[in-house]
T-cell receptor
Framework: DAGVIQSPRHEVTEMGQEVTLRCKPI?????LFWYRQTMMRGLELLIY????????DSGMPEDRFSAKMPNASFSTLKIQPSEPRDSAVYFC??????????????FGPGTRLTVL | AQKITQTQPGMFVQEKEAVTLDCTYD???????LFWYKQPSSGEMIFLIY??????QNATEGRYSLNFQKARKSANLVISASQLGDSAMYFC??????????FGTGTRLTVIP
């Protein structure tokens, strides 16, 4: 079975440009998460969706960041305009959220974003 | 508030030996899950093992086992018979009532031939 798919794997852009990161969760999973990993802050949750609905976006840094999940098999994280401090690895993860259960999150390979 | 602490920034182990990576946690929620992930130099996050707060037995997955001591709020990862491919960053994480994971700062394990 395919795991979580993210694209692009690497993105280099200039400050001020719009960046769109894409994620396809594992088929059948009903929760999707966007994380950011930096040396300074480690792994931090940006936003998560349950059944395509955003549940908690308190980790989204500011209005420049937005995320959508138009259907169960696709999500985007957009940064507009991008800034050098947005440089990080962005992970998408998905899980099958049950009332009781392990609820293990499976991560995609990540997108390494560099904003010049 | 939830908190995960990994006090070992780096660890070294001889190939074929066992190693324990420490993790302590803090939560007031009686129901929680503890996870370990491996992040090799290639960057992906690989799920290793899970322990539920109500599980009576320590979790095991192949060469990985989780030494769960609830009273001490610790969930140490034990890797037996270390292999060179085990060299990576290891993250401990916790999930409580909310759906998201809280991660520790990680431990970098280096396996020496």
């Amino acid at each position: 079975d395919a795991g979580v798919i993210q694209s692009p794997r690497h993105e280099v852009t200039e400050m001020g440009q719009e960046v769109t990161l894409r994620c396809k969760p594992i088929s059948g999973h009903n929760s999707l998460f966007w994380y950011r990993q930096t040396m300074m802050r480690g792994l931090e949750l940006l936003i998560y969706f349950n059944n395509n609905v955003p549940i908690d976006d308190s980790g989204m840094p500011e209005d420049r960041f937005s995320a959508k999940m138009p259907n169960a098999s696709f999500s985007t994280l957009k940064i507009q305009p991008s800034e050098p401090r947005d440089s990080a690895v962005y992970f998408c993860a998905s899980s099958l959220a049950l009332a009781e259960g392990t609820d293990t999150q499976y991560f995609g390979p990540g997108t390494r974003l560099t904003v010049l | 508030a939830q908190k995960i602490t990994q006090t070992q920034p780096g660890m070294f182990v001889q190939e074929k030996e066992a190693v324990t990576l420490d993790c302590t946690y803090d939560t007031s929620d009686p129901s929680y899950g503890l996870f370990w992930y491996k992040q090799p130099s290639s960057g992906e996050m690989i799920f290793l093992i899970y322990q539920g707060s109500y599980d009576q037995q320590n979790a095991t997955e192949g060469r990985y086992s989780l030494n769960f001591q609830k009273a001490r709020k610790s969930a140490n990862l034990v890797i037996s018979a270390s292999q060179l491919g085990d060299s990576a960053m290891y993250f401990c994480a916790m999930k409580t009532g909310a759906n998201n994971l809280f991660f520790g700062t990680g431990t970098r394990l280096t396996v020496i031939p």
